[in-house]
C-alpha cells in the first residue's frame, strides 16, 4: 500500500467543473503540461448540459471533452451519500475537487461523507477559493462564513482518513474590479466613465489572485500532495494597494485621472447592518443578494487577506508563473472575465 507521502493523484472527478471558479480550474487542469498531476480527469455535472449544443455550457463541455475530459452526471441535491460512493468507486476516484457555489455548499458534508466512507477516495479539496475562514477571531462571527466554517467543523469531527486541502485565495482580481451592482461605494472600477469607488483610504494592501491563477494554484496542490495534506493553503498572485490598481488604471488607459470616490469603512459597515437585514430582530432577517459581496470586501478592506508569508513558495510557485497587476488590469480593460470563452472561441 502506498503511503500518504508517495500519494500522487490518479483519477480526480471534479464538482462543479463549470461554474465561476470551476471553469478556471478544470480548463488549467486540462491544458496542464506534461507529465499531468492525474491519468483522468471527470467532471460531475447535472445532466440535461447537452440539451442545447449550442449553449455556452455545452459547447465548453464538448471543447473540454476534446481535451480528454470525462463526463458524469448527477446531482448534488438529490444524491445521497450511498450514490456518491458509488460514484466514486464506480470511477476509481483518489482525488475530488469540489467547486461548488454558494447556494449547494450546504451539500459538501454528505459529499465528504462518502467520500470518507469510500476505500477508493484518499484526497478531497473542498470548494473554498476565496476569503480565509479562520483569518482572526472576528472570522467565526462573519455572516459570509457560515457554510465554509460549518464544513470545516464537519471535516474536524468526521474525518478521520481522508486527507483534505482548502485553498484559500483571497479575492478574485478580476471580479474585485466590477462594482457590486447598486452599491459602488463598495468598491470597483469604470473605465470608460473613468470613476472608480474605494472603501477608506485606499492605502490598505489586499492579497489578490486571479482568477486563472486560482486555476494554476490548484493544479500547483495537485502536484504537490504531502506538502498540501491537511492545510489551509493561502495563496496569492499579488498584494497591492487599491490607489496602486488605480494609478495602473491611469496608466494604461491614457494617463487622464479618474473620478475617485472613497467610502469609509464605517459607512460600508452601515451599509451591511441593511443589507443583512440586521435589525429585523422579531421576524427572520431577510438578507439582499448584495450582502454577501458587501461584506467581503469590507473584510478585505480590513486587511483580512494579509500575511506573514503566503504558501506560494511551498507548492513551487515563483512570481514570475503567477498574473501581475498589470496584466490584472489589462485583462480587464480587454472585457474581464465575463468574455472569457476558455478556447471555445478565440
Ligand atoms: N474569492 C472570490 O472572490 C470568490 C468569488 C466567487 C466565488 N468564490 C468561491 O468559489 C467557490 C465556487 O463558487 P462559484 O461562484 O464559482 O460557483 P457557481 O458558479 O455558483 O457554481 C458552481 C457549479 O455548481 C454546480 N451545481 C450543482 N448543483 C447546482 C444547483 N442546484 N444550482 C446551481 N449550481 C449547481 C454547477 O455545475 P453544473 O452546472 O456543471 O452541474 C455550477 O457550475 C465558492 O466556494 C465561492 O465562495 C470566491
Known amino acids: 500500500m502506498t503511503s500518504s507521502s508517495d500519494f500522487k493523484p490518479t483519477n480526480i472527478l471534479i464538482i462543479g467543473g463549470t461554474g465561476t471558479i470551476g471553469a478556471y480550474i478544470t480548463s488549467t487542469l486540462l491544458s496542464s503540461p506534461d507529465p499531468k498531476p492525474y491519468t483522468t480527469l471527470t467532471l460531475f455535472t447535472r445532466p440535461g448540459f447537452d440539451s442545447d449544443p449550442s449553449s455556452a455550457k455545452a459547447q465548453l463541455i464538448t471543447h473540454w471533452q476534446s481535451l480528454g475530459l470525462r463526463i458524469v452526471t448527477g446531482s448534488v441535491e438529490s444524491f445521497s451519500q450511498t450514490d456518491f460512493t458509488k460514484v466514486f468507486e464506480d470511477g476509481s476516484f483518489d482525488t475530488i475537487i469540489s467547486c461548488l457555489g454558494r447556494a449547494t455548499l450546504q451539500y459538501q458534508p454528505k459529499i465528504i461523507d462518502a467520500a470518507e466512507a469510500s476505500e477508493k477516495v484518499k484526497w478531497f479539496l473542498p470548494s473554498e477559493f476565496g476569503t480565509d475562514v479562520e483569518y482572526n477571531e472576528r472570522s467565526k462571527d462573519e ?29 478574485y482580481f478580476d471580479m474585485w474590479l466590477y462594482p457590486t451592482p447598486g452599491y459602488p461605494q463598495a468598491g470597483g472600477f469604470e473605465p470608460k466613465e473613468k470613476k472608480a469607488w ?28 504531502a506538502q498540501s495534506f491537511n492545510k489551509a493553503l493561502k495563496v496569492q498572485s499579488f498584494v497591492v494597494t487599491p490607489n496602486q490598481v488605480l494609478a495602473e488604471f491611469e496608466k494604461q488607459t491614457g494617463g487622464t485621472k479618474f473620478d475617485v470616490t472613497y467610502t469609509p469603512l464605517s459607512e460600508i459597515e452601515k451599509l451591511e447592518t441593511v443589507l443583512w437585514d440586521k435589525e429585523n430582530i422579531d421576524g427572520k432577517p431577510q438578507p439582499k443578494p448584495q450582502a454577501t459581496p458587501v461584506t467581503l470586501r469590507r473584510i478585505w478592506a480590513q486587511g483580512g487577506t494579509l500575511y506573514e508569508k503566503n504558501d506560494n513558495e511551498l507548492l513551487e510557485v515563483k512570481e514570475e508563473d503567477s498574473d501581475t497587476l498589470e496584466e490584472g488590469v489589462r485583462r480587464y480593460l480587454r472585457g474581464g472575465y465575463k468574455t472569457e470563452t476558455f478556447g471555445v472561441r478565440e
Open 143 to 171: 455572516l459570509t462564513h457560515v457554510g465554509k466554517l460549518a464544513l470545516r467543523k464537519h471535516v474536524r469531527e468526521k474525518v478521520k482518513r481522508l486527507k483534505v486541502t482548502y485553498v484559500v485565495t483571497g479575492p
Open 198 to 225: 474605494i472603501v477608506g483610504d485606499g492605502e490598505g494592501k489586499v492579497g489578490f489572485c486571479t482568477m486563472w491563477d486560482v486555476g494554476r494554484f490548484v493544479l500547483a496542490t495537485l502536484l504537490h500532495p
